[in-house]
T-cell receptor
Framework: NAGVMQNPRHLVRRRGQEARLRCSPM?????VYWYRQLPEEGLKFMVY????????ESGMPKERFSAEFPKEGPSILRIQQVVRGDSAAYFC????????????????FGDGTRLSIL | KNQVEQSPQSLIILEGKNCTLQ??????????LRWYKQDTGRGPVSLTI?????NTKSNGRYTATLDADTKQSSLHITASQLSDSASYIC?????????????FGRGTQLTVWP
């Protein structure tokens, strides 16, 4: 399966712990996006990364959240000192590119990580 | 503020019937609009895409329309099947300084009954 792979699918943490969510993009894709989805809400953009660079993090909370996409390995979304309000589904998407000529290319989504905070 | 409003919020139809889902958006500048299908517990999957110059696009039993002047789109599903039960999400894409960001509606939750 060459799709976007996210793991773990489910993650349970206690308040104050750290959560690490991983995303391996589709083969050949170098652009990664993270989204958060609360129950009954639409997906909300968090951050857009290319290999080793953060392009747009305007949707990321200013504290406790960070993301990286290293030269080798998956993209990581890290949440430090988790709180109950961090409980949500976190989706990763990847694409070939962003601007022209890729603007009509779809973002391909993984099946998400469901984070539950006790 | 860029927003996407979808209606109805939820819809129940009988297998074999048709239905139409609506989307109004205020995203500007606007690049294209895509409809996604999201099954429960899964990630969204693209159904159709339309640029601002296209009025209609079909993909099997799915037909999407777009009026870029009034900023409205619709998704028509013909001869519904049980597997059509899912959330359908309208996603306009920004242009220009928005860096091509996607704006997600809350979706219409469609349930198809046998």
């Amino acid at each position: 399966n060459a799709g976007v792979m996210q793991n773990p699918r489910h993650l349970v943490r206690r308040r104050g712990q750290e959560a690490r969510l991983r995303c391996s993009p589709m083969k050949g894709h170098s652009h990664v996006y993270w989204y958060r989805q609360l129950p009954e809400e639409g997906l909300k953009f968090m951050v857009y990364l290319q290999k080793e660079n953060i392009i747009d993090e305007s949707g990321m909370p200013k504290e406790r959240f960070s993301a990286e996409f290293p030269k080798e390995g998956p993209s990581i979304l890290r949440i430090q000192q988790v709180v109950r309000g961090d409980s949500a589904a976190y989706f990763c998407a990847s694409s070939l590119g962003q601007g022209a000529p890729y603007s009509n290319q779809p973002q391909h989504f993984g099946d998400g990580t469901r984070l539950s905070i006790l | 503020k860029n927003q996407v409003e979808q209606s109805p919020q939820s819809l129940i139809i009988l297998e074999g019937k048709n239905c139409t889902l609506q989307c109004n958006y205020t995203v500007s500048p606007f690049s294209n609009l895509r409809w996604y299908k999201q099954d429960t517990g899964r990630g969204p999957v693209s159904l159709t895409i339309m640029t601002f110059s296209e009025n209609t696009k079909s993909n099997g039993r799915y037909t999407a329309t777009l009026d870029a002047d009034t900023k409205q789109s619709s998704l028509h599903i013909t001869a519904s099947q049980l597997s059509d039960s899912a959330s359908y999400i309208c996603v306009p894409r920004g242009g220009g300084s928005t860096l091509g960001r996607l704006y997600f509606g809350r979706g219409t939750q469609l349930t198809v009954w046998p």
